[in-house]
């Protein structure tokens, strides 16, 4: 795991520890100790702490004129054991709401496991973002079933084919394509 680095090809368009308005605002970066770890494994120290032992996170891009936040996961999404969901919505996604963002795109093809506890952050995040969206990229198959069975889909919006192929596109990309899906499956 310590050789998977967040994605890099657009920082020359948003770095999150230059962003005032970002948590990681300030965060220095090693390129060359390895500190954090998921269980007995490194992983590379470009990736974000949380709070939680279990998942860790790299925020891509932010755009404030649109509303809406790209962010890479990596880890097991663990609820039940370590109320990851918690710490992604009080931490992250709490500062971003109050900074104008009500749209977030989540790439989780890093994301190992996940395991369901209450529903409670989910809806509360879903509810915070009034007019915005959760959406769920690049999920593997087992996961997106595990956060269908736990109901977690009403909040999140889950992308079925885990090959979006994001990393050509630029964020707006992204984001009109996302956005794109997203409408198309709401009710006339």
């Known amino acids: 795991m310590h050789t998977i680095e967040p994605h890099y090809n657009w920082r020359h368009l948003y770095i999150a ?12 970066y090693s390129e060359f100790e390895f500190t954090n ?7 590379h120290p470009q990736w974000d702490q949380i709070g939680s032992s279990t998942l860790y996170i ?36 709490d500062a971003l709401i109050d900074s104008g963002i009500n749209k977030f795109i989540l790439i989780g093809e890093n994301i190992m496991n996940f395991h369901s506890s209450e529903n409670d952050y989910y809806q509360e995040w879903f509810d915070n973002i009034e007019d915005g969206w959760i959406a769920c990229i690049n999920f593997r198959d087992h996961v997106i079933r595990e956060l269908e069975s736990a109901g977690i ?11 979006f192929f994001w990393r050509s596109l630029t964020p707006i990309q992204v984001y009109d394509k996302v956005n794109s899906f997203i409408t198309k499956r709401l009710p006339v």
């Open 17 to 28: 520890s230059e962003d005032r308005r970002s948590p990681f605002y300030g965060r220095q």
């Open 37 to 43: 770890t998921i269980y007995d494994h490194y992983i």
């Open 58 to 93: 790299k925020i891509l891009y932010v755009n404030y004129d649109h509303g809406f936040c790209i962010i890479e996961l990596i880890g097991e999404w663990n609820d039940c054991l370590y109320n990851d969901i918690m710490y992604l919505k009080r931490n992250i996604a």
């Open 153 to 163: 889909d009403y909040y999140l919006t889950l992308e079925e084919s885990n090959n």
